[in-house]
């Protein structure tokens, strides 16, 4: 079976600027920046967008929301960074396990692209 990039990242088989990892979820510094803070904050279970996620997921998820405020605020990021998901290749995605982004430092303009 392929294994998606971010299993990659998660075995070690390749590596990423990791900062962060529990049982549930690692994460890492996006590759490509899109903004001066842009991490991906990753589910090592696969669950490939987040319209496949179904109520079992539900702690996994929480997870995921919970530990980006925290890491927000480790940062320091003075409570000011937006949340992205991308689900669906049309929506932007490209990396098909879910991710959430984590992008700060700099003004984040409304709506998005
Ligand atoms: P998305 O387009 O929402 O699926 O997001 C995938 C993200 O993964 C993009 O922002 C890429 O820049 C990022 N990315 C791709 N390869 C790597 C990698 N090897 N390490 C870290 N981030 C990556």
Redesign the pocket.
Known sequence: MTLT??EK?INKE????IIYEDEISIV???????APT?L?IIPKKVIPKLSDASKKDKDILGHLMLLAGRIAEELGLDETFRL???NGAA???????L?L?LLSGRPLNWPPG
């Open positions: 990039l971010f990242i390749i590596p990423a600027d890492i510094k996006d590759i490509s920046p899109q842009h991906l992205v998901v991308n929506a932007g995605q490209s990396v098909f396990h991710h982004h």
